[in-house]
């Protein structure tokens, strides 16, 4: 299973399943991206996913694909 540089795997992804995925069957990796502003930061900030970044949930992980409420659980920013 590929995960890609968001953290959702790439078979359960909506533009990887809609075939608009840029990175076709390879899926995201941190890279410059002009269709993912994840990648893009990802590749700017050296790290192989958003989640790995200390600065990990922001503002750009808000616009998706994995909810951003989420993003801050994982994170452990919100308390159960």
Do not use: H, L, Q, W
């Not at 390879?26 to 890279?31: E, N, R, S």
């Not at 994840?38 to 050296?46: E, G, H, Q, V």
């Amino acid at each position: 299973m590929k995960i890609g540089v968001c953290g959702i795997a790439c078979e359960i992804c909506p533009r990887m399943i809609r075939g608009e995925c840029p990175n076709k069957e390879t899926g995201c990796v941190p890279k410059e991206n002009k269709f993912c502003k994840i990648a893009t930061c990802a590749f700017n900030r050296k790290v192989r996913f958003c989640f790995a970044c200390k600065d990990f949930p922001c503002e750009i992980t808000k616009e998706g694909p994995i909810a951003y409420g989420y993003c801050r659980y994982i994170s452990g920013k919100d308390s159960v």
